[in-house]
T-cell receptor, first 113, second 109 residues
Framework: NAGVTQTPKFRVLKTGQSMTLLCAQDMNHEYMYWYRQDPGMGLRLIHYSVGEGTTAKGEVPDGYNVSRLKKQNFLLGLESAAPSQTSVYFC????????????FGPGTRLTVL | GIQVEQSPPDLILQEGANSTLRCNFSDSVNNLQWFHQNPWGQLINLFYIPSGTKQNGRLSATTVATERYSLLYISSSQTTDSGVYFCAVERSRDDKIIFGKGTRLHILP
């Protein structure tokens, strides 16, 4: 099992550009999450999904959109990147209804100039 | 919103020492997790512990949900224990997951 994988690992964008971050998991997990981590801070939840075709807002959803068209994939989109979105983005998944323990991907480091 | 406070913010110990990390939270929670982020940024789940006590090798954790705190114990520290330890809670009333700011642990050889 690869666990949770994220693509790409690094990216540099210019203000106003768009991009999509891909998260994939091969553990048949129901729940998937997108977080951002900024220096000196814990992780903040952007959006999450409790199953295929569903998404919900987390703590800091503004400026991001997500889609969960397939159970194993969770996409995070930035339509018009801003410097404030420079961060490390982590995807996670968990097994079931009780939200069980979360397994994290390796992270994507995004810089917006 | 819910406050999740971790203490101490930083801790420097000699290899072999024991430590206790604390997580206080201000609202009712469905569950609580402890994570370790190593110096390379990788996040590893240590414990899923909404209540009670669990042990895994040199690590153990206790959550007292009624008193709104959790403790992570690390015994006989090793240099590989260095990194940041995060506590994360799932708030009961809306299922939102909130992380604390972490405790940065340095284990000196």
């Amino acid at each position: 099992n690869a666990g949770v994988t994220q693509t790409p690992k690094f990216r540099v964008l210019k203000t106003g550009q768009s991009m999509t971050l891909l998260c994939a998991q091969d553990m048949n997990h129901e729940y998937m999450y997108w977080y951002r981590q900024d220096p000196g801070m814990g992780l903040r939840l952007i959006h999450y999904s409790v199953g295929e075709g569903t998404t919900a807002k987390g703590e800091v959803p503004d400026g991001y959109n997500v889609s969960r068209l397939k159970k194993q994939n969770f996409l995070l989109g930035l339509e018009s990147a801003a410097p404030s979105q420079t961060s490390v983005y982590f995807c996670a998944s968990s097994r079931g209804r009780e939200r069980d323990e979360q397994f994290f991907g390796p992270g994507t480091r995004l810089t917006v100039l | 919103g819910i406050q999740v406070e971790q203490s101490p913010p930083d801790l420097i110990l000699q290899e072999g020492a024991n430590s206790t990390l604390r997580c206080n939270f201000s609202d009712s929670v469905n569950n609580l997790q402890w994570f370790h982020q190593n110096p390379w940024g990788q996040l590893i789940n240590l414990f899923y512990i909404p209540s009670g006590t669990k042990q895994n090798g040199r690590l153990s954790a206790t959550t007292v949900a009624t008193e709104r705190y959790s403790l992570l114990y690390i015994s006989s520290s090793q240099t590989t224990d260095s990194g940041v330890y995060f506590c994360a809670v799932e708030r009961s009333r809306d299922d939102k997951i909130i992380f604390g700011k972490g405790t940065r642990l340095h284990i000196l050889p």
